[in-house]
């Protein structure tokens, strides 16, 4: 179960990043670029925290 939610938010994240990567590109406002980088940010320190909760109770 472990290896399947890994591969599945790695790609979850690798999608988002691209999207939100045109769309900056596309825009180039300095207030959204920063509201996109700290969502990405937050998703990113989501995902690490539930997979460490994951391999922590995995042995329960």
Do not use: H, Q
Not at 26 to 51: E, R, S
């Amino acid at each position: 179960m472990f290896k399947s939610n890994l591969l599945a938010g790695i790609i979850a994240i690798t999608m988002l990043c691209t999207f939100l990567g045109f769309l900056m590109a596309w825009i180039k406002a300095v207030p959204l670029i920063a509201i996109m980088v700290f969502v990405i940010g937050l998703m990113i320190y989501d995902f690490i925290k539930t997979m460490r909760e994951i391999r922590d109770n995995a042995g329960n």
